[in-house]
């Protein structure tokens, strides 16, 4: 639950969003609503895939934008690939605080929500981080560098919000904080579950960096799944490069009612293993197929913690090929 005394006040907000995949959009949507129903000023700020899917959602509020992180996928050796490019965080970090300076004095906020955006913080205005992830999961070797640096970027923040509960955690190790001023606020998420006869058999959603969202997409197309199941199809894009059987109803961004009746009407999903994803999921009481990001050790890492949640299956996305048909098979009859 979002703390009763930040919805005491009315104030002007600025929301930042991270733009990682749509999954960080679409989690702060409770709280941007909260905010609205407030009588606040809201001010999103992001960029990219997330500023246009708000700017979608909310047509009717102010936006800003911030520069993007820029961190991309290989398709093979990701952890490798990201990092090499490690030095683009702290710099896109130093970059985006100094842009949030210049819409400080623009707009004058009360208050500053970052959803996973390091440097959208001001030792001026009181500021909230909300994540999930306040530990890395890295190579014990140079683990701790990383993890030093999240550390000092954590200590920037007045208080940091946890989207999770504080026991039996979706999100395990990874919330493990040493930040003095902690809140456990619970999982997020824009859905609900609603009794609804299930008339489709699968629902893949697709999100995250690409290139890696788009292989995973040919890959599943790949196993001609709708020759033997009902099938709908969320591409979580807007670009479109990949062309789909006419027997799929396909969407590329899907605002909240319609994945909210799709998730509802459907008997099986499949999706990446994302946070925002999860949660969703639990929230709806849905079973799902997860597959983690390769190299992203955040996904790999809750993969496996959730593996054994009885919502959940893991599929790896080296396995797609061998597993999935057998294992869609299982589900749907269970």
């Known amino acids: 639950m979002i703390p009763n005394s930040f919805l005491k006040q009315k104030k002007t907000i600025f929301i930042c969003v991270l733009n990682w995949g749509l ?6 949507i409770p709280i941007i609503d909260a905010c ?25 509020q102010s936006f800003e934008s911030l520069d993007a ?12 690939y990201l990092i090499v490019q490690s030095w683009k965080i702290p710099y896109a970090i130093s970059k985006e605080n100094k842009t949030l300076s210049i819409l400080i004095k623009k707009h004058k906020p009360d208050l500053i929500l970052s959803d996973n955006r390091y440097g959208c913080y001001s030792k001026d205005i009181r500021s909230i981080l909300i994540t999930h992830q306040t530990h890395l999961f890295v190579n014990k070797w140079y683990g701790f560098l990383p993890n030093a640096y999240l550390n000092k970027c954590l200590s920037k923040f007045q208080e940091i919000w946890i989207p999770d509960n504080e026991q039996q955690t979706l999100s395990g190790r990874l919330s493990d904080c040493k930040h003095p001023n902690v809140h456990f606020i619970g999982p997020l998420s824009r859905l609900q579950k609603k009794q609804a ?10 999100s ?44 590329d961004l899907a605002q909240s009612q319609l994945v909210n009746r799709w998730i509802n009407d459907s008997k099986l999903v499949i999706t990446r293993c994302g946070y925002s994803s999860v949660m969703d999921l639990v929230c709806m009481k849905q079973k799902a197929i997860l597959i983690p990001t390769p190299g992203q050790q955040e996904q790999e890492y809750l ?25 869609i098979k299982k589900l749907l009859i269970d």
Not at 70 to 79: H, I, S
Not at 197 to 206: A, G, N, Q, S, V
Not at 307 to 327: N, V, Y
């Open 23 to 28: 999954g960080h959009a679409t989690r702060m």
């Open 208 to 251: 995250g960096i690409e290139p890696q969202r788009s292989l995973l997409e040919k890959e599943l197309q790949a196993l001609y799944l709708e020759k033997d199941y009902s099938v709908k199809w969320i591409r979580g894009t807007s670009k479109r490069v990949s062309k789909h059987s006419p027997k799929i109803e396909v969407v």
């Open 197 to 206: 006869k299930k008339t489709t058999d699968l629902l893949i959603i697709l």
């Open 36 to 60: 609205i129903d407030n009588g606040s000023k809201v001010i999103i700020c992001s960029d990219g895939q997330a500023l246009l899917f708000l700017k979608k959602t909310y047509p009717s």
């Open 69 to 80: 992180y820029n961190v991309k996928y290989a398709k093979y050796w990701n952890a490798l």
């Open 303 to 327: 993969g496996s913690h959730l593996d054994k949640h009885p919502l959940f299956t893991l599929i790896k996305q080296g396995e797609i090929h061998k597993k999935t048909k057998a294992i």
